[in-house]
């Protein structure tokens, strides 16, 4: 496997094309989990760092480039559950600019393409329009003389999902333009978003109700718009702003910011803060503005977009894969702040990796109040060399959970002792390893460690997985904890083993218990490919449960072929490391997999 720090001027050919591959299938993995399952694993800035990485690969090998691989893919195919909607024009994303110096080069290129204007008219400005970039998903929403008739999210880009009841209970969106003057057919892009004590109030309510909390205000928007319920829908409250255009048939104006102008007086909510700029240095001076503003705004927001204010300029302009040549995004660094480390705990994952947590002394970092970071894993700790009792810089990159950045050495008291990672699992005491070549520690105790069984038992019943309905997280830990329910087998002989135990249980009303049972006995024929994901193998995602399942069929020709890949120089092996998107580093872990005789029994 290749080294994914491995610098891209020393790759091998073949190693370019297996980290082509690797991150293809990393990066689609976790598409999925932003755009469908509005739960994500990485930080937007991690996932940034892969796409770039991506990028500088394809730059040196074009040979290699994948047909179907991250740069020509916007997002995440729609899931299923809602009908799909093809957009009459693609829904774009936008390329990033980290430094004034990219937005700079942004502007240069601009004025280059555009060249024989600029030429014969030196007294040109480069009008662009700066607006914040909401944290929320784009929709596209269809008007069809003045009346609201469909709204679709943006999907992979191509096509997304058909969310029009969920659009009409949005307070910020019409269900009737108002003023004159729109086009019989108008399409208006913009960003469905939820402020963020609106989202603080859901979480508080969600807490306490036992259900789980979003990581922040973008996935609580987008998994609210997400509902297949719209009753559910109206009670979160959404918010919209329009910025783009997509299919009309009239004239929305002839600038980005006349546009604008006119979606407000059609009744739609327009960022008051956006702002026309008549060069760079405008747009740096407001960046630096919002960027100063930013804790005290009422929604989250990574970074600002600039647009040629011009419509005839960004026709020309157009696109290139899949961001508009006419605009870019000024991305915000992570926001940063300073407390101590007062102690580090191990959490162990469904997995079974050893994740190390930072409890900090509680610190505002960008408006929101941080008392847990990550520390990643062991060669982080040890490369940053953090203790407990140190003081520390923490950041929040819009996403996830804060990371650890750095230590005030300065600040470090005298007693302090190196941290050493714990070589057993501090839940069941099994011995921790890592395999070579692994950054994570993990707990060998497979299905006996209490930690790994329920993660792995709430995962299997989860929604995108067996979907069990009435069998909640909380459920499931108390009948993990009373022995009713040790793996999952044990499901699906609740109703004849336990149905007296189940009966006393405080919360199991005899109609409950019949839904249960009901919803387990649907269960017992299942896709493959929700199967597959249900076992909740390492690196075994949704996307790659879907590849198995096409490639293999049935559950039997898939366990017999799982088996025999064990011999590296067999046929089997081959065939699944030959798997477009799957690569080496999933298949040993899926062969890993079914080298433990418990998982096969289970
Ligand atoms: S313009 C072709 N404007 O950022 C133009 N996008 O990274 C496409 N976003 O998918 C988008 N605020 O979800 C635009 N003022 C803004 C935005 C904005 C947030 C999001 C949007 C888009 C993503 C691209």
């Known amino acids: 496997m290749v080294d994914a720090e491995k610098p891209v001027e020393a790759l091998t050919l073949e190693e370019a094309a297996d980290e082509l591959r690797r991150l293809a299938a990393t990066i689609a993995h976790h598409d999925v989990l932003y755009h469908q399952n509005d739960a994500p694993e990485i930080s937007d800035a991690d996932y940034d760092a892969l796409r770039l990485r991506n990028k500088a690969i394809e730059q040196r090998f074009p040979e290699l480039v994948l047909t179907d691989g991250p740069s020509t893919r916007v997002g995440a195919a729609p899931s299923a559950g809602f009908a799909k909607v093809t957009h009459s024009r693609p829904m774009l994303s936008l390329d990033n600019a980290f430094t004034d110096e990219d937005v700079r080069e942004f502007c240069r290129s601009v004025r280059n393409y555009l060249k024989r204007d600029f030429d014969a008219d030196p007294a040109l400005t480069l009008d662009l ?130 546009m604008l102008e006119n979606f407000g007086k059609w009744g739609f909510q327009v960022n008051p803060l956006d702002q026309l700029c008549p060069d760079e240095d405008a747009t740096l001076a407001f960046y630096a503005e919002v960027g100063r503003r930013r804790a005290s705004l009422p929604y989250d927001i990574d970074g600002v977009v600039y647009k040629v204010n011009r419509f005839d300029w960004q026709r020309r302009l157009g696109m290139v894969a899949r961001a508009p040549r006419w605009a870019i995004a000024h991305k915000f660094p992570a926001e940063q702040a300073r407390t101590v480390l007062r102690e580090i705990k191990i959490q162990v994952g469904r997995t079974g990796a050893l994740t190390p947590v930072a409890e900090l002394q509680p610190v505002t970092v960008g408006g929101v109040v941080v008392s847990r970071a990550t ?27 804060p990371q650890v950045v750095s230590v005030v050495l300065e600040a470090r008291p005298a007693d302090s002792q190196p941290y050493v990672f714990p070589d057993h699992c501090p839940e069941c005491g099994s011995l921790a390893i890592r395999e070579p070549g692994e950054v994570v520690k993990r707990c060998t105790g497979g299905l006996i ?117 064990a011999d590296r120089a067999g046929d089997a092996w081959a065939d699944l490391d030959n798997i477009s998107q799957i690569g080496e580093s999933v298949a040993t872990d899926l062969v890993a997999f079914f080298a433990e005789p418990h998982n096969i029994t289970v």
Request: net charge neutral; glycine share 8%.
């Open 129 to 258: 329009v700066a607006e914040p970039k909401i944290d929320g998903l784009s929709c596209a929403l269809r008007y069809e003389h003045g009346r609201f008739v469909q709204g679709a999210t943006r999907g992979d880009g191509t096509t997304g999902e058909d969310v029009t009841a969920n659009c009409r209970t949005v307070a910020g969106i019409p269900l009737h333009l108002t003023g004159s003057g729109y086009p019989a057919l108008l399409e208006v892009r913009g960003e469905v978003y939820m402020a963020r004590d609106a989202f603080f109030k859901l979480n508080q309510e969600r807490s306490a109700a036992g259900e789980p909390v979003f990581a922040n205000p973008r996935n609580a928007a987008a998994g609210s718009l997400r509902q297949l319920d719209p009753a559910i829908t109206a009670k979160r409250p959404l918010a919209f702003f329009a910025y783009a255009i997509g299919e009309t048939d009239g004239s929305v104006g002839i600038t980005h910011f006349e």
């Open 375 to 401: 520390l990643h894993n062991e060669d982080e700790i040890a490369r940053k060399d953090v203790r407990p009792g140190d003081t520390v810089i923490v950041q929040r990159a819009g996403d996830v959970i």
């Open 449 to 565: 460690c209490p930690a790994q069984a329920v993660e792995r038992l709430r995962h299997f019943v989860s929604r995108d997985a067996f979907d069990i309905e009435g069998l909640g997280a909380k459920h499931i830990k108390a009948l993990f904890d009373d022995h009713l329910v040790r793996s999952p087998v044990d499901i699906f002989s609740l109703q004849k083993k336990h149905h007296e135990n189940l009966r006393m249980r405080e919360g199991w009303g005899a109609l409950s218990l019949r839904n249960l049972y009901q919803a387990i006995e649907q269960r017992r024929t299942m896709a493959l490919d929700r199967f597959i994901y249900a076992l909740g193998i390492r690196q075994v995602g949704q996307a790659t449960s879907k590849l198995l399942a096409r490639h293999y069929g049935d559950v039997n020709a898939w366990r017999q072929a799982m088996i025999d890949a």
